[in-house]
């Protein structure tokens, strides 16, 4: 995902302009350069990922890098509240799994290392949803936890269309507890699946009626449109998320993930090689 910034002029007080405004820009400026602004190449993988604030500045968090042996890390958060304070909540969550992941061990481990310091900054009335995963393209597995996020879903291609199977919740979410346990699941991705993350502002949006966009149009809007690359998907999601909600307010963030596994990551595991699966069927 590549996002646009524009340079933002320089405030001076003299010219009149209002300084809370210009703090507010800076800020949104800062946001939006900590969304990932590179796109790693992972063998077998077609990803995108994009975001949709519902004001000037989000409570949402994305971000994917690569890892060792080719694999890929996703991170994604949604922070309790609204504008300024939760945009520096999301901005410290984003420090803290960035400083830490490159001795996290496990997943595990790095949720209760971001938990334990997200802690230490977060006010007793708020708190941050997280989804941690590793896309293992040679093995064919995603190891994931899930610290209270709304569920993730893979889809799985069949003869009959796609079967969904989400990622339950496999912890509490971060900041809620001084000391919280994690753990760390993992799913088996053939190809043709699609991963999708996304956080819950993209469900809730509602139309003019009141009435919410909803999880099964959103799995609707992504199989119709399911043998288009993953960018393509993804903008066609939220634009049809967007439309659906035209004419009523928007106050939630709309944040959405996708990745769907090419035949080129397709490698059958020895016996030494498997992994036990946890927490999925």
């Known amino acids: 995902m590549m996002i646009g910034i524009q340079q933002s002029h320089k405030y001076n007080p003299a010219d009149g302009a209002d300084s809370r405004e210009w703090e507010m820009e800076m800020a949104r400026e800062v946001q939006h350069r900590a969304f990932p602004r590179s796109h790693p190449q992972i063998a077998g993988l077609d990803y995108y990922g994009d975001w949709r604030p519902a004001s000037g500045l989000s409570s949402d968090y994305l971000d994917y890098f690569e890892l060792p042996e080719g694999n890929l890390g996703l991170a994604m958060g949604d922070v309790a509240g609204k504008g300024l304070a939760a945009a520096l909540l999301t901005s410290n969550l984003h420090g803290l799994a960035r400083a830490l992941r490159p001795g996290y061990g496990s997943l595990a481990g790095l949720a209760s290392a971001i938990d334990e310091l997200f802690y230490e900054v977060c006010p007793d009335s708020s708190y941050a949803t997280m989804f ?32 969904p199977v989400e990622l339950e919740p496999t912890g509490p979410v971060i900041g809620m507890l001084r000391k919280s346990s994690f753990e760390e699941g993992a799913i088996s991705l053939a190809p043709g699946d699609i991963l999708v993350a996304y956080t819950d502002g993209l469900c809730e949006t509602v139309n003019a009626h009141g009435e919410p966009w909803g999880f099964q149009r959103m799995l609707a809007a992504i199989q119709a449109s399911s043998f288009r690359s993953a960018r393509d998907i993804v903008e066609r999601v939220l634009e049809t998320a967007e439309q659906y909600g035209s004419g009523a307010p928007r106050y939630d963030d709309m944040t959405l993930w996708l990745g769907r596994v090419e035949d080129s990551a397709s490698r059958t595991l020895t016996f030494d090689e498997s992994v036990p699966l946890q927490a999925v069927a």
Not at 138 to 157: D, Q, T
């Open 132 to 163: 941690i995963a590793r896309h293992d393209p040679a093995r064919r597995l995603l190891h994931y936890v899930n610290a209270g996020h709304e569920p993730p879903v893979v889809l799985r291609k069949t003869a009959r269309g796609y079967w």
